[in-house]
């Protein structure tokens, strides 16, 4: 039987199990838009075609599922390219499908042309331009696997107008391609194996590296049982928090640029780092020259391209974690770590007894109140937090303890701001049963702000915290602490966001003080529906501790009055 490449199109979608689509229709992708009206796939029209992009990331994070995004050509496919970005860099499984001009008009000028192809190859894992009919299954069967197989990534597809709308015979299990052949076998070896295992087993000081790998790996169970057999203490990078629950207490917190004081110092005097699933990118190490200097290294990956590329290390074991450490776990020696869990404890213990929630209330409201205040009273619930970047980002990491994995989704590699409010939709569209929470700050809002209408559309129930400071937070704290406060194009003149709430059909409100905090987090969750909750802070409040741009990771700025540093909370 006989279908257009449109109707392909869509019945790939339904057999690859997708559900959800976001997008944006327009000249080049019509045909699709025509054709999806007969299949059981709710599309979501976003507002812009970055925040479709957004969406389906934050889908995928939150399901490990591959989510889908579709735009027209032109400045609909290249507003995806930030999105796109944004899921290379955190190895998120997405699939863009974009529309194209007809094939004959390609290299034209054409109205609304693009060589979108070009344009995303450095930040897809592959991508492809689809001229004919008869190729749109294969592409479709062969992006979804490469998006989700190895290091999961982003994947387009580009299908030109003429492919959509032409015919041809379809039949699903013919279309299927074998896999593209995978990179030469480096698993390494059994004396590699032995070599790691003597490098744990004599260790005094050891820290484990726990990253995003653990979450994509699906290797909670096993770093726990790693790290309690072997007494070994655990520091996460941003994206790897909730691999390993917050509060068991090998838990270090995090580590890097705002990573903990006492987290950064053990990294330092450590005699062996074992990363797990992460990449020793800048904010985790720090001046590399003087990276843990006495730490031997070994680096479980699945991408071999990571191994070596910023840290050099002594023992590389490359495959999937969860498979690496099945096979390292049964050797693994028990040991008797007290004195180096203890050393910890007690370089932790010193700045715990600064926490900024001790402090009595001096009618100053902190971003870091907001943030604690709210996991205190989602603790022990199906939450997940969807965070901007920058200072908000940073605050969250610090003072919301997560215990379940994909608990936190953010934007740690490209580091994308107007992140949370897709992400977060798309968030909800994957687990409707989870309350979800964003936070962001008033310059990362106002960037894909317009989503706000997607929300009201679709009737969902978000809860949305904006950390409003009348700053670019990150960059005004930079300019502080780097540039003599000289404050260039940071202040911001911001809308009342409640009022702009309210324009869309939203339940909003505006809080300012702490006592204020828990009541309103109360009322937003007891509320059937959305509620945008504007947060005046601090205004000069800044992240702390704070490693400068090439400084060694124990070169820390810390907070000038010792009474409000960064700690544990009780």
């Keep these: ?12 979608l339904v057999r690859e199990g997708v559900t959800d689509v976001f997008g944006y229709p327009g000249g080049a992708i019509l045909p699709a838009y025509d054709a999806m009206l007969a299949y059981p796939i709710r599309h979501i029209l976003t507002r812009h075609e970055q925040g479709a992009t957004h969406m389906a990331d934050g889908y995928a994070r939150a399901t490990g599922k591959v989510g889908v995004a579709i735009a027209t050509s032109g400045p609909g496919a290249t507003n995806m390219v930030t999105g796109l970005a944004t899921a290379m860099m955190d190895s998120s499984p997405i699939v863009c499908i974009t529309g194209q001009v007809g094939s004959r008009l390609i290299g034209s000028d054409a109205f609304q042309e693009t060589d979108i192809t070009g344009v995303t190859l450095p930040v897809t894992k592959h991508n492809y331009l689809v001229t004919r009919a008869s190729d749109v299954a294969a592409a479709v069967r062969e992006a979804f696997y490469l998006a989700k197989t190895g290091r999961p990534g982003p994947v387009l597809i580009d299908i030109t107008k003429d492919a959509q709308q032409s015919a041809c015979e379809f039949d699903w299990e013919k279309t299927h391609c074998p896999p593209h052949p995978a990179r030469p076998s480096r698993r390494a070896a059994p004396t590699e194996y032995e070599r790691a295992l003597e490098l744990i087993n004599a260790a005094k000081r050891p820290v484990i590296l726990g990253g995003h790998g653990i979450l994509l790996s699906g290797a909670m ?27 068991h207490p090998l838990n270090l917190g995090m580590m890097g640029m705002h990573g903990e004081a006492w987290v950064n110092h053990a990294i330092q005097e450590a005699d062996l780092l074992l990363a797990f699933g992460m990449r020793f990118d800048d904010r985790v190490t720090g001046k590399l020259a003087s990276y843990a200097p006495n730490a031997k290294k070994i680096h479980i990956e699945i991408d071999p391209a990571e191994v070596n590329k910023n840290v050099k290390v002594d023992v590389a074991l490359i495959g999937d974690l969860r498979a690496v450490l099945a096979e390292l776990l049964p050797s693994v020696e028990a040991a008797d770590r007290e004195e180096w869990l203890a050393h910890i404890a007690e370089s932790k213990g010193q700045v715990a007894v600064r926490d900024i929630q001790n402090l009595p209330d001096n009618g100053h409201l902190y971003a870091a109140h907001v943030v604690n205040d709210l996991w205190r009273e989602t603790r022990g619930t199906e939450t997940i937090v969807v965070t901007d970047v920058g200072q908000r980002q940073m605050w969250e990491a610090q003072y919301y303890k997560h215990e379940q994995p994909h608990s936190l989704i953010t934007s740690g590699g490209l580091g994308t ?9 798309g968030a909800k569209f994957a687990r409707p049963e989870a309350e979800v929470w964003v936070i962001a700050g008033d310059g990362g809002f106002q960037m894909t702000m317009p989503e706000l209408a997607t929300i009201a559309q679709e009737g969902l129930e978000l809860k949305v915290a904006i950390i409003n400071n009348g700053y670019l937070g990150m960059v005004r704290q930079w300019q502080e602490f780097f540039y003599e406060r000289r404050y260039s194009a940071t202040p911001l003149v911001n809308p009342d966001f409640a009022k702009v709430a309210e324009a869309y059909g939203l339940r909003a ?10 009541p309103a987090v109360e009322a937003a969750r007891t509320h059937r529906g959305t509620v945008v909750m504007n947060f005046c802070v601090e205004q000069e409040d800044s992240v702390f501790p704070m490693v400068p741009a090439g400084a060694s990771l124990h070169e820390m700025i810390r907070r000038p009055n010792p009474l409000v540093e960064t700690a544990t909370d009780a």
């Excluded at 039987?1 to 790939?12: F, S």
């Excluded at 726990?224 to 509060?247: D, N």
């Excluded at 701001?417 to 939709?425: E, K, N, S, T, V």
């Excluded at 409100?509 to 828990?518: E, K, Q």
């Design 1 to 12: 039987m006989k279908q257009t490449g449109a109707q392909i199109l869509w019945e790939c």
């Design 221 to 247: 169970k096993q770093v726990r049982e790693f790290a309690e057999k072997a007494s070994i203490p655990v520091a996460m990078t941003l994206l790897g928090i909730g691999g390993f629950p917050a509060s």
């Design 417 to 425: 701001m107007g992140f949370a409010l897709p992400a977060a939709i």
């Design 509 to 518: 409100m505006t809080i300012n003080t702490r006592a204020d905090v828990v």
